[in-house]
């Protein structure tokens, strides 16, 4: 018995001393290791990297921009479904132990002894894995795992259960089923692997999710879809005997198919990548790259998705038109057919994505009569290349325009083209080719600077250059209607007459004499100022600016952005300075909006990762919008501040004039949509540039054609030939369900019949007879031969011997 004693004794007195000394390790152990450990109150203010989401009009998403995919979720939000699987996925105990789960380490220790080492299994809880990886790296040494482990029961000490989670679900790994940044955070995988949102998943979905933190790659659901649907599988089963769902639900799920089908953006965002582009550029520059690609901003454009479709449709076929008639320029490049795996070979070549319906194709034959194509393979959301093999047919209708007589004259087998399908039932397809010219359309709201659509080019695939706000080009004559507003601000009237006579001037000593001509080369003689604009004469606009003074006309262009310094050169009033159709577009909407300045936008509002505006472009303040009761709501009246650059009564004279243009002048291609509009063609020199810029009474539209390298379109080419046609399909598409509203005349403006060639007034019904807007006092009085400023008499404005300013003699009230 005393012996049993000492025994028991000395156990216990060992017992003690090791456990002093273990306690004493330990101790070192977590001293050693806590000197240097990461500040883990910094997840207090958390704030991880969120994708930035740009919204078109309509809310529909545009383009996100991210270095990690993802979307930041508060618990509360996130359906107990979800929490339910990750926790039996991941940790079942969470709620239940203090960051560390000794029934976890137990079993992860029995089941790697069992295994004999060939598959390690971990046992790192949740607040581990947090731990890691925001904290701590991912090396595989024992030293960070006490590193991990003492960060754990800390944080379970100062967070709550729900933060730790909250975290955990935010920035987990979860892949990616697609291209593109990974998904991080159960919301943006929901939208990326099933274009969901977290709330409306089922209960396989929310397992497949909890199935890809351990390995993603490992459970790729088009790659590896059978270990995939395994461990999918495997969570249902977990969630099942955890209590989460029943056993009949949970065998329901999992004999359910892996069903992903990875997000894609709507139609207009394929159209619009000029647009998003352009709100990335100006995004990177208001907030930096870094909150672009890590802030999580929402951000409200202006763009109509409805619009942004019409536009390009308007553009492409008036750039396909023009190049077509000038003939095909041969094949894209050729393939070898001869082993017979075209199909392989044509699903390297890289194809335009936005060019749709239009598809790459290759010829596996040609005779005179069709031409058999194969069309290149599509590719799965995977990314994998479908192997099954497409062809069509190209008849001698499908190649009518090319004006050869015989397909095999046009196509060879092995050559690599466009092909548009017309009849996809007997499988007829029309040949297309890239069009060598580009160009741009922009369309606006003239009241608010609002840009509802952007087309920058033929391809954004093929080329990012934006040519509606980088290209600089020639307006051409597209740039009178300043001229002649200059003038009508300063004195004219619409029926002032103007010669439109030869016109030459005196460069300086050894500069030559400058002769500007007509169009047509022909003078009409005394004619109305309205005529000259509507008829597009050069040498009317000459002699005007002229007289008025080209220093001032250089103000007028600045006033309304077209030029930040135009140089006062007599050239410019023809247009041969250089602007951008953005620009041109913004001027010509403070015609049509009474003369208020705007400033275009893409952008309504910019919202930060917590729903704050930080930026709204509407500026006007509502007075009265925050009564503090609704007895106290008076009617909200919006405080316009914008400067006023034009009188809005020359305005609405310049509105009435570029209407006649349509009606009767150079845009009369116009006339054929039946609803009020207004505009005006421009041409610059050699015809290497064409322009139409117009507007309706609500939408103003700017277009422009041209060669990249700047080169003639051709001998006698206008803009009312090539750029007319493009600014009326869009407008007939854009106004078809729109009322025929007339354009708004402002008070003071009065309207009175006179005679289109003199100006003079005129009897109603008379031939010839329009109505014409004048300001107060300035209407022509019976039978009165008007004076060039409108009934009064100005002195000349001085001038120097290279026109700059300059007028001819003004003082008689003659004829200029």
């Given at each position: 018995?005393?012996?049993?004693?000492?025994?028991?004794?000395?156990?216990?007195?060992?017992?003690?001393?090791?456990?002093?000394?273990?306690?004493?390790?330990?101790?070192?152990?977590?001293?050693?290791?806590?000197?240097?450990?990461?500040?883990?109150?910094?997840?207090?203010?958390?704030?991880?990297?969120?994708?930035?989401?740009?919204?078109?009009?309509?809310?529909?998403?545009?383009?996100?921009?991210?270095r990690e995919r993802r979307l930041f979720l508060p618990i509360q939000a996130i359906p107990p479904l979800v929490v339910a699987a990750f926790l039996s996925a991941e940790d079942k105990n969470f709620y239940k132990h203090g960051g560390v789960d000794p029934e976890g380490v137990a079993r992860a220790a029995v089941n790697n002894l069992r295994s004999g080492g060939r598959r390690q299994q971990g046992a790192s809880t949740i607040t581990q894995q947090v731990a890691k990886n925001f904290l701590l790296t991912n090396e595989q040494t024992y030293e960070r795992k006490i590193k991990e482990l003492i960060l754990s029961l800390r944080m379970e000490s100062v967070y709550s259960k729900d933060r730790i989670l909250e975290l955990y679900l935010n920035e987990i790994y979860l892949g990616t089923?697609?291209?593109?940044?990974?998904?991080?955070?159960?919301?943006?995988?929901?939208?990326?692997?099933?274009?969901?949102?977290?709330?409306?998943?089922?209960?396989?979905?929310?397992?497949?999710?909890?199935?890809?933190?351990?390995?993603?790659?490992?459970?790729?659901?088009?790659?590896?879809?059978?270990?995939?649907?395994?461990?999918?599988?495997?969570?249902?089963?977990?969630?099942?005997?955890?209590?989460?769902?029943?056993?009949?639900?949970?065998?329901?799920?999992?004999?359910?198919?892996?069903?992903?089908?990875?997000?894609?953006?709507?139609?207009?965002?394929?159209?619009?990548?000029?647009?998003?582009?352009?709100?990335?550029?100006?995004?990177?520059?208001?907030?930096?790259?870094?909150?672009?690609?890590?802030?999580?901003?929402?951000?409200?454009?202006?763009?109509?998705?409805?619009?942004?479709?019409?536009?390009?449709?308007?553009?492409?076929?008036?750039?396909?038109?023009?190049?077509?008639?000038?003939?095909?320029?041969?094949?894209?490049?050729?393939?070898?057919?001869?082993?017979?795996?075209?199909?392989?070979?044509?699903?390297?070549?890289?194809?335009?994505?936005?060019?749709?319906?239009?598809?790459?194709?290759?010829?596996?034959?040609?005779?005179?009569?069709?031409?058999?194509?194969?069309?290149?393979?599509?590719?799965?959301?995977?990314?994998?290349?479908?192997?099954?093999?497409?062809?069509?047919?190209?008849?001698?209708?499908?190649?009518?325009?090319?004006?050869?007589?015989?397909?095999?004259?046009?196509?060879?087998?092995?050559?690599?083209?466009?092909?548009?399908?017309?009849?996809?039932?007997?499988?007829?397809?029309?040949?297309?080719?890239?069009?060598?010219?580009?160009?741009?359309?922009?369309?606006?709201?003239?009241?608010?600077?609002?840009?509802?659509?952007?087309?920058?080019?033929?391809?954004?695939?093929?080329?990012?250059?934006?040519?509606?706000?980088?290209?600089?080009?020639?307006?051409?004559?597209?740039?009178?209607?300043?001229?002649?507003?200059?003038?009508?601000?300063?004195?004219?009237?619409?029926?002032?007459?103007?010669?439109?006579?030869?016109?030459?001037?005196?460069?300086?000593?050894?500069?030559?004499?400058?002769?500007?001509?007509?169009?047509?080369?022909?003078?009409?003689?005394?004619?109305?100022?309205?005529?000259?604009?509507?008829?597009?004469?050069?040498?009317?606009?000459?002699?005007?600016?002229?007289?008025?003074?080209?220093?001032?006309?250089?103000?007028?262009?600045?006033?309304?952005?077209?030029?930040?310094?135009?140089?006062?050169?007599?050239?410019?009033?023809?247009?041969?300075?250089?602007?951008?159709?953005?620009?041109?577009?913004?001027?010509?909407?403070?015609?049509?909006?009474?003369?208020?300045?705007?400033?275009?936008?893409?952008?309504?509002?910019?919202?930060?990762?917590?729903?704050?505006?930080?930026?709204?472009?509407?500026?006007?303040?509502?007075?009265?919008?925050?009564?503090?009761?609704?007895?106290?709501?008076?009617?909200?009246?919006?405080?316009?501040?914008?400067?006023?650059?034009?009188?809005?009564?020359?305005?609405?004279?310049?509105?009435?004039?570029?209407?006649?243009?349509?009606?009767?002048?150079?845009?009369?291609?116009?006339?054929?949509?039946?609803?009020?509009?207004?505009?005006?063609?421009?041409?610059?020199?050699?015809?290497?540039?064409?322009?139409?810029?117009?507007?309706?009474?609500?939408?103003?539209?700017?277009?422009?054609?041209?060669?990249?390298?700047?080169?003639?379109?051709?001998?006698?080419?206008?803009?009312?030939?090539?750029?007319?046609?493009?600014?009326?399909?869009?407008?007939?598409?854009?106004?078809k369900d729109k009322p025929a509203t007339p354009f708004r005349v402002p008070p003071g403006i009065k309207l009175i019949q006179v005679d289109a060639h003199s100006g003079q007034r005129s009897s109603g019904g008379s031939k010839g007879t329009i109505l014409e807007a004048f300001k107060p006092g300035t209407a022509p009085p019976d039978g009165y031969a008007m004076a060039a400023n409108g009934g009064e008499t100005t002195g000349a404005v001085p001038g120097d011997s290279a026109g700059r300013g300059g007028g001819v003699g003004a003082g008689t009230g003659g004829l200029y």
């Amino acid at each position: 018995m005393r012996l049993i004693l000492r025994f028991i004794g000395f156990a216990f007195t060992a017992g003690a001393i090791l456990f002093l000394i273990g306690a004493g390790v330990v101790g070192y152990v977590f001293h050693h290791y806590s000197r240097d450990l990461p500040d883990y109150t910094q997840l207090a203010d958390y704030e991880p990297m969120v994708t930035t989401r740009v919204h078109a009009g309509d809310g529909a998403i545009l383009a996100e921009y991210s270095r990690e995919r993802r979307l930041f979720l508060p618990i509360q939000a996130i359906p107990p479904l979800v929490v339910a699987a990750f926790l039996s996925a991941e940790d079942k105990n969470f709620y239940k132990h203090g960051g560390v789960d000794p029934e976890g380490v137990a079993r992860a220790a029995v089941n790697n002894l069992r295994s004999g080492g060939r598959r390690q299994q971990g046992a790192s809880t949740i607040t581990q894995q947090v731990a890691k990886n925001f904290l701590l790296t991912n090396e595989q040494t024992y030293e960070r795992k006490i590193k991990e482990l003492i960060l754990s029961l800390r944080m379970e000490s100062v967070y709550s259960k729900d933060r730790i989670l909250e975290l955990y679900l935010n920035e987990i790994y979860l892949g990616t089923a697609g291209g593109g940044p990974g998904n991080y955070g159960v919301a943006a995988a929901a939208l990326n692997y099933f274009g969901k949102s977290v709330n409306e998943l089922t209960l396989p979905e929310a397992a497949y999710l909890a199935a890809l933190p351990k390995a993603p790659t490992n459970y790729h659901p088009f790659r590896q879809r059978e270990a995939a649907i395994e461990r999918r599988n495997w969570v249902i089963d977990r969630m099942v005997e955890n209590g989460y769902v029943s056993r009949a639900d949970g065998d329901k799920a999992k004999a359910s198919p892996l069903d992903v089908s990875p997000r894609s953006l709507p139609e207009s965002s394929a159209v619009a990548g000029f647009f998003t582009e352009e709100v990335r550029r100006e995004l990177a520059e208001r907030y930096g790259e870094k909150e672009l690609y890590e802030g999580g901003l929402s951000v409200r454009t202006t763009l109509d998705p409805t619009m942004q479709v019409m536009a390009r449709k308007a553009l492409v076929d008036g750039l396909v038109r023009y190049d077509e008639s000038h003939g095909w320029r041969g094949a894209q490049q050729r393939i070898d057919l001869a082993s017979g795996e075209w199909g392989e070979a044509l699903a390297q070549i890289k194809s335009f994505g936005d060019v749709k319906p239009w598809q790459l194709a290759v010829v596996l034959t040609a005779d005179a009569q069709k031409a058999t194509i194969g069309l290149q393979p599509r590719r799965e959301a995977s990314g994998a290349v479908n192997t099954e093999r497409r062809t069509g047919v190209i008849g001698l209708d499908g190649i009518r325009w090319t004006r050869k007589g015989r397909v095999n004259a046009a196509l060879q087998p092995g050559d690599v083209i466009y092909a548009e399908p017309v009849d996809s039932r007997s499988g007829q397809f029309r040949l297309r080719q890239i069009p060598e010219i580009s160009g741009a359309l922009v369309a606006m709201d003239p009241n608010t600077g609002r840009v509802f659509a952007m087309v920058g080019g033929f391809s954004f695939d093929q080329s990012e250059f934006n040519r509606a706000t980088q290209a600089w080009r020639q307006p051409g004559s597209s740039f009178k209607p300043f001229v002649y507003a200059t003038a009508l601000d300063n004195g004219y009237t619409p029926s002032s007459i103007v010669v439109d006579g030869a016109f030459e001037l005196d460069q300086g000593p050894g500069l030559g004499v400058w002769r500007p001509e007509n169009y047509n080369r022909k003078f009409a003689g005394p004619r109305t100022l309205r005529y000259g604009i509507e008829q597009s004469k050069n040498l009317m606009t000459v002699r005007l600016a002229h007289d008025v003074g080209m220093p001032l006309v250089s103000e007028y262009a600045k006033r309304f952005g077209v030029y930040d310094d135009m140089p006062q050169l007599l050239s410019m009033a023809l247009g041969a300075g250089e602007t951008t159709v953005l620009r041109m577009t913004t001027a010509y909407s403070m015609f049509v909006n009474g003369g208020r300045r705007i400033k275009p936008t893409l952008i309504d509002r910019i919202q930060d990762r917590w729903g704050k505006t930080v930026y709204r472009h509407d500026e006007r303040q509502c007075v009265s919008c925050n009564a503090d009761a609704w007895s106290d709501q008076r009617e909200p009246t919006l405080v316009d501040k914008r400067e006023q650059v034009l009188d809005p009564l020359t305005a609405y004279q310049i509105v009435s004039i570029l209407e006649g243009a349509v009606q009767r002048g150079t845009g009369t291609v116009v006339k054929s949509v039946g609803k009020p509009l207004a505009g005006k063609t421009g041409t610059s020199n050699d015809a290497k540039d064409v322009w139409f810029v117009g507007f309706s009474p609500d939408l103003a539209v700017g277009v422009f054609l041209g060669y990249d390298k700047p080169r003639s379109l051709g001998g006698r080419v206008s803009a009312g030939v090539l750029a007319a046609p493009i600014f009326r399909d869009f407008m007939t598409m854009a106004l078809k369900d729109k009322p025929a509203t007339p354009f708004r005349v402002p008070p003071g403006i009065k309207l009175i019949q006179v005679d289109a060639h003199s100006g003079q007034r005129s009897s109603g019904g008379s031939k010839g007879t329009i109505l014409e807007a004048f300001k107060p006092g300035t209407a022509p009085p019976d039978g009165y031969a008007m004076a060039a400023n409108g009934g009064e008499t100005t002195g000349a404005v001085p001038g120097d011997s290279a026109g700059r300013g300059g007028g001819v003699g003004a003082g008689t009230g003659g004829l200029y």
